[in-house]
């Protein structure tokens, strides 16, 4: 199985506004269309979300509304615009006449939603119902992956049909550190095609988010007469993020099915090597480590984990990418990861919004300074912490601090933001 080309395909793709609150507008968009729905007349739509997803959907500005935000709207706009076929780009059909009418849904309360906590990765549930027809369709293990699509109880689609398409994810997930290396190393032309598309993806981006959001604009201030290019990746980072998360019509290339991580995967590698003149092939490669370690720890900690996978895992996947670009020795480019990990480990998600731009800004940081730091050969040993002795161990200890110790996070992040008026 070629790891890394599933990888791309599935897990790092082009992303217009965050994740979630699209893959929620296309599970809407699938069964507003399997249902027929023409008019709103005795419709109700009953949604159940994993907590990840509620809180990715929360405060984040869905490109195309004018600013406007919301799970609720996110469904509603799904409900009207009833393309599933448009995917990652499905917000791009929320012209005014539908943004207008998709409010107004949003707040007629016959779109019910609801959080089921026992769902650890990415889940949305969408049944409709209007007069003798109830259309299900749910999404689990991956943004676009239907694993539920029925009609009056009749089977259109399940899990069945995708589960070769998702079997990758065990193979990633048994490879050790050398084989993701080794992934990387044997990328193909296509693949780096690839890659290079999502780096001048994501660099357009940033450049038209330099006068879109706050955060950038604050950053070339205050580092106004610093031209480093760890002070610009930052600040191109952050453009990106702050600008995609307002609700930039733009899409950026994702990692591990998230457009956040894909800024830090892609920016800092790339303009890394081109001030250090690395050769373009061996930086694509180093992306190409990026997007596999990425996809790696998340097969760990989940799709949506309480800990931030901008900061954690795209984090590691960048200090990988830096510390390849210098050296060929497995050991040293292990121990960058190992040392955002160790950094980083504890920084908690507390939902998709322009302020992740902050968070992005200290991957950044933090993923520069891990690949310095190995290239002198510097990591935690393995009795500091819950670092392991090796990376995936100290990557196993890490999702079981997620998963057991932080559980109750994810609630607390929710009651809050339910809390506010």
């Known amino acids: 199985m070629n790891i890394l080309g599933e990888v791309l395909k599935n897990e790092v793709y082009p992303a217009l506004g965050c994740t979630e609150p699209v893959a929620l507008a296309y599970a809407c968009a699938t069964a507003a269309k399997y249902a027929k729905i023409k008019k709103f007349n005795g419709f109700s739509a009953s949604i159940s979300v994993d907590p990840g997803t509620y809180k990715n959907g929360f405060a984040v500005t869905l490109p195309n509304t004018s600013g406007e935000s919301g799970n609720l709207l996110a469904c509603a706009l799904g409900f009207l615009i009833q393309k599933p076929q448009m995917k990652y780009s499905i917000f791009a059909a929320a012209d005014k006449n539908t943004l207008k009418k ?87 032309h296509k693949e780096l095609s690839h890659i290079k ?65 894909g800024v830090v995967a892609t920016i800092l590698p790339w303009i890394y090597g081109k001030a250090n003149d690395i050769e373009e092939k061996k930086i694509l490669k180093s992306i190409a480590l990026a997007h596999l370690i990425n996809g790696y720890i998340k097969t760990f900690l989940g799709e949506l984990s309480p800990i931030c996978g901008c900061a954690v895992s795209s984090g590691a996947g960048a200090a990988c990418a830096l510390a390849y670009q210098e050296t060929k020795n497995c050991e040293i480019i292990e121990k960058a990861a190992k040392n955002v990990i160790a950094d980083l480990g504890g920084m908690f998600c507390d939902g998709a919004k322009a302020s992740c731009a902050l968070k992005v800004v200290s991957a950044c940081d933090c993923a520069h300074r891990s690949a310095l730091l190995a290239l002198k050969g510097w990591s935690p040993s393995d009795r500091e912490g819950f670092c392991g002795k090796t990376f995936c161990d100290t990557v196993k200890n890490l999702a079981r601090l997620s998963m057991v110790g932080m559980s109750a996070v994810d609630s607390l992040i929710i009651d809050a933001m339910s809390s506010k008026k």
């Open 197 to 261: 598309k999502g780096v001048e993806m994501n660099l357009s981006v940033s450049q038209k988010g330099l006068n879109f959001g706050k955060t950038a604009s604050i950053l070339n201030l205050y580092y106004k007469k610093d031209e480093s290019y760890l002070t610009q990746a930052k600040i191109k980072s952050a453009a990106a993020t702050d600008a995609r998360m307002n609700g930039l019509p733009m899409p950026v290339m994702s990692s591990g099915q998230s457009g956040n991580q």
């Open 102 to 188: 998709a409010k107004k849904l949003a707040l007629s309360g016959k779109i019910n939603l609801s959080i089921d906590y026992t769902k650890k990765d990415f889940f949305a549930e969408v049944t409709v119902k209007q007069g003798n027809t109830q259309v299900i369709c749910a999404l689990n293990g991956g943004h676009f992956n239907i694993t539920l699509l029925s009609v009056n109880d009749r089977i259109i689609k399940t899990a069945k049909e995708k589960k070769k398409e998702r079997s990758y994810r065990e193979f990633l997930k048994k490879s050790s550190f050398k084989d993701l290396v080794k992934y990387a190393d044997k990328a193909t």
